[in-house]
């Protein structure tokens, strides 16, 4: 059986940047877990769908503590 992973993944929330323009609001829709080290935060941009546009924008990732994710 194979030990678990000890990498130390990260907690973001995923907000709609079309939204961030239009209103001004930092609206997080997403909550995730990436990996830092394989992935460039600040660079990731997903396109993921919009309850409130209702419809498919980029979003991007913000990082958040692990007490934010509930």
Partial sequence: MARPSRKKR???ALYC???MESEGKRVENYKIMLNPTNTN?????ARKYCPRLR???IHKARQISRSQNK
């Fill in 41 to 45: 935060p600040k660079e990731f941009t």
């Fill in 17 to 19: 940047t079309e939204l």
């Fill in 55 to 57: 419809k498919h924008t």
């Fill in 10 to 12: 990260a907690f973001f």
